[in-house]
C-alpha cells in the first residue's frame, strides 16, 4: 500500500470507523451467525479476519471460543480494534499490514485459519462452499 493511502491517515480512517458503525456494528451478530452456520464453524476453530478493520467479526468470533487473529493495513484501524477486544475482554492478535504483502510470519504469529492453505512464502485461497 503506498504511503499516500487513505487508510494510513488516521482521521480519514477514523471518520470511516465511525460511519461503519452506524451502517454495520448493529448486524454483527446476525452475520458472524450466518458464517457459523454455514460454514459449519465450531467453537475451538482458529480464523484470521484480514482487512479486520476496528475488529467487529474477530471480537464477536473471540466472544463465541474462537481463536482470531486480525490483519489491517491502518494503524488507527488496529488501535482501535485492540481498545475493543480489551473493553470486551477478549485475546485476539493483531497485526497492521497490507495484505498484499502478507507473509508466513506475520500468520504464524497467530493462528492460522481454517479457510487457508499454506504454502511457502504465499497464501492460497481454498474454496468456500456456495453462500446461497
Not at 499516500?4 to 461503519?20: H, I, Y
Not at 491502518?74 to 475493543?84: I, K, L, N
Not at 492478535?93 to 504464524?108: K, M, P, R, V
Amino acid at each position: 500500500m503506498s504511503p499516500e493511502s487513505p487508510w494510513q491517515n488516521r482521521d480519514f480512517a477514523l471518520l470511516s470507523l465511525r460511519s461503519n458503525d452506524r451502517k454495520f456494528l448493529p448486524g454483527t451478530a446476525q452475520e458472524v451467525d450466518f458464517l457459523v452456520n454455514r460454514l459449519r464453524m465450531q467453537p475451538g476453530m482458529r480464523i484470521a479476519d484480514l482487512g479486520c478493520g476496528a475488529g467487529r467479526h474477530a471480537i464477536e468470533f473471540a466472544r463465541r471460543g474462537y481463536e482470531v487473529v486480525g490483519v489491517d493495513v491502518s494503524p488507527a484501524m488496529v488501535e482501535e480494534a485492540q481498545r475493543r477486544a480489551s473493553s470486551a475482554k477478549v485475546y485476539i492478535t493483531f497485526h497492521q499490514a497490507d495484505l498484499a504483502q502478507l507473509t508466513d510470519d506475520i500468520l504464524a504469529k497467530g493462528p492460522i485459519p481454517p479457510f487457508f492453505t499454506p504454502v511457502p512464502r504465499t497464501w492460497e485461497t481454498c474454496s468456500w462452499p456456495a453462500l446461497e
